[in-house]
């Protein structure tokens, strides 16, 4: 049983700083990438950054510059750190995975909500 518990969301001025911290439970042998969405309200699900089994990083252009993924294998936890927040990155952030063999996120956390105030 896949399970994903995010933390360190909060509140915070623009221009800070907030790492989030996505711990994973289960087999980690069965995923092959993790990542970060966010949602806005009434605004859909989108990308944020997401890395793979061997490191590999992709990242919105929003947030190109600004945050850093990473992941601690030996720990079993992803991370999102993020700097220079604006208002526009107030949303609730979501931690995925997903599955060898697919080709979309499986698995998904509960969301940790980020409000950045100006």
Known sequence: QVQLVESGGGLVQAGGSLRLSCAFSGSMFVIDAMGWYRQAPEKQRDLV???????????ADSVKGRFTISRDNAKNTVYLQMNSLKSDDTA????TAKRR???????WGQGTQVTVSS
């Open 101 to 107: 063999g697919f080709t979309w996120f499986n698995y």
């Open 49 to 59: 950054a997401t890395i793979t089994s061997g490191g590999t990083t992709n990242y």
């Open 92 to 95: 609730v952030y979501f931690c």
